[in-house]
């Protein structure tokens, strides 16, 4: 069975298409294809407060081109999930309508909760030691999702509007990010030790760049050393250098802030990236969804 995920974010879209193979009752999950396309819905809606007609006709475009991709591939089920940037522009139900009529999408904004959740249904906890404590960091373009996990449970989870495009554009005030911080501290407290884990495109490139193999733990004090290097290259350096995509190039100094600051007031020496987000959740979710139809039937 094929299904395919649409995640609209602040920063880029993405379409994933994920094959789900069932053998005794068990699924197994294998990404097909990944589309992303960098739109920045986060840089009209955060500075704007709406999604600009320039933008809106760029995000028509891709849902369209995303509907046609849909198609061809004869996926079981998709869904279609906004998030921070789209929670934020005024006119987000005019765009939203205007992609139900010009490209046959329906799309759902939601709410920092329920995106932390989709997050959850990645079901990361059952691959986890059940003897330790998890801090599950996810920075997007508008918004961050923090989750801690003990004896394989969420304990606490939280949505922040904490992120890329945010701290880019000078929109997270000092009050606010002081918040932030001070809630991380004080929910980990009894916690430790803590063992990260981080997902979202900035964080993956960065454990990318440390040539570390998947499901390898990557110390603190090293990716402290990598986000500093990052920093001390320009943007046309990390594009040209490093080798990174413009749009990649100048977020990921602010992720590289967020993501350090995390893991500094909950004292987490150690961080895994499984590189799962949003997408793989919509995906689990769509199979589960799936399956009980199949059961009633």
Known sequence: MKFAAIDIGSNAVRLLFCNVYEDKGEASFKKAELIRVPIRLG???FLQGRISTKKADKLVTAMKAF????DVYEVVDYRACATS???DAENRYEVVERIRKEADIKIEIIDGKTEADIIYSNHI???LDPNTNYLYIDIGGGSTEITLFSKNKAIVSQSFNVGTIRMLHNQIDKDYWSYFKNWIKEITTGYKPLIAIGSGGNINKLFKMTGRKPNKPLATSKLKSLCELVESYSY???VQVLGMN?????????????LMSVLKKAEIDKILVPQIGLSDGIVHQLYEKHRVKMIIE
């Open 125 to 127: 906890e059952e691959h």
């Open 85 to 87: 940037a789209m929670r």
């Open 43 to 45: 840089e009209d809606s």
């Open 246 to 258: 413009p749009d990649r190039a100048d977020v990921i100094i602010p992720a590289s802030k967020i």
């Open 67 to 70: 509907r046609n991709l849909m």
């Open 236 to 238: 046309e350096e990390r």
